[in-house]
């Protein structure tokens, strides 16, 4: 899946959250997935409970931008418009 997406991780539904931007997600969340270091170790943050994908690098940048620019209630809405139940969508895009 090399598509420009913005994503989030998180550790748990009241936890951290995690605002990235890459061309590959599911290389990208199986680096957080198994981080021995940085920040997804730290805080453990490896469940993908959001993602959109764009046409162009500029495109996800600027979105990107605009997620982390927001509140954690922002978030929170972005994420449970398409995913409710904050369940990992990783094995969804994996297929």
Same mark, same amino acid.
């Given at each position: 899946m090399k598509k420009p997406a913005v994503y989030i991780i998180t550790n748990k @539904?009241?936890?951290v959250l995690y605002t990235g931007i890459t061309t590959n997600l599911i290389a990208r969340i199986s680096q957080h997935k198994? #981080?021995?270091s940085g920040f997804s170790s730290k805080y453990h943050c490896? @469940?993908?409970v959001y993602c959109e994908f764009h046409d162009s690098i500029e495109d996800a940048v600027k979105r990107e931008k605009q997620?982390? #620019?927001g509140s954690r209630l922002n978030k929170i809405k972005l994420i449970e418009?398409?995913?409710p139940?904050?369940?990992d969508l990783f094995e969804i895009i994996n297929q």
């Open positions: @539904k009241d936890g198994t #981080a021995l490896n @469940k993908l997620v982390k #620019a418009s398409m995913n139940n904050w369940d």
